[in-house]
């Protein structure tokens, strides 16, 4: 039998600071990232997975996350699958479920090799369909004593004008304010459009971040616009790509960066 040394949360709109180990079922897992990160570099994944539902998902997910300390997963659902890949990882999981109903929720998804030490959940409602989008805010401590924050962001999709686009991006301002370390701010932000993604750019550039940009850019898109995005801040950029793959409607972004 494998033994189950992985930890999963979930949470819903609400923050919670650890300290420490969470249970005794993850007392073989670290709360500081590795001190490799200086050499290896910082890698991720960022990927809308379309809720698990196309082939081979779970094949793809186990190749991209070779060598990866962090998988940002948006439309994720916690199926025995998914679990069973978490088992098998020996990964820590925060979930800020957008959609909760009895038999499953949905919604952004962050996976990590350590401990998150603060936790932050959002969420807004489609105007249109009711239903909610997630945003999920991570911090974790690095080697270096600096903490790294993660915002893992699946974005209003249906909406008449942009004003609640424009809500969702800036109830997250507050806290990328108030952290002092590198930031990574990633995942699907439905830029369908040019005002959307005007928004987006100019909140970004405000809060001093740089986006991540591709020489072969096969980001999934919408209305000739990319809806899926990088952005850093504190952090050198060291290689980026995007994947493509059938497993999903959307190909997963994997990027590295330096923490120097």
């Not at 033994?3 to 249970?23: E, M, P, Q, V």
């Not at 249109?128 to 962001?153: D, F, G, H, Q, W």
């Amino acid at each position: 039998m494998v033994k189950k040394n992985y930890f999963l949360r979930k949470f819903i709109d609400h923050a919670i600071k650890t300290n420490g180990f969470i249970s005794r079922s993850d007392n073989n897992l670290p709360i500081i990232m590795p001190q490799s990160l200086e050499s290896e570099g910082l890698r991720i994944i960022s990927w809308n997975i379309y809720k698990q539902q196309r082939q081979n998902w779970f094949s793809v997910l186990n190749k991209l996350v070779i060598d990866k300390h962090l998988i940002l997963l948006q439309e994720a659902q916690p199926s025995p699958q998914l679990i069973k890949f978490i088992i098998s990882q020996n990964l820590i999981v925060d979930q800020a479920p957008a959609i909760v109903l009895p038999q499953y929720t949905s919604g952004v998804m962050t996976l990590s090799r350590s401990h998150s030490i603060y936790c932050c959940s959002l969420r807004e409602q489609e105007p249109l369909i009711r239903l909610p989008k997630s945003t999920l805010i991570t911090v974790y401590s690095l080697y270096n004593r600096r903490n790294l924050m993660i915002i893992n962001i699946h974005a209003i999709n249906f909406s008449f004008g942009l004003n609640i686009y424009s809500r969702q991006l800036h109830n997250i301002e507050k806290y990328i304010k108030r952290h002092e370390g590198p930031i990574i701010f990633a995942g699907d932000f439905n830029t369908w459009n040019r005002q959307r993604t005007n928004i987006l750019k100019h909140f970004t550039f405000s809060l001093g971040m740089k986006e991540v940009n591709f020489d072969i850019d096969v980001r999934t898109i919408i209305f000739g616009y990319p809806i899926d995005h990088v952005f850093y801040r504190n952090l050198i950029l060291l290689d980026a790509e995007v994947i493509k793959t059938k497993s999903s409607d959307h190909n997963p972004i994997s990027v590295k960066f330096s923490v120097k």
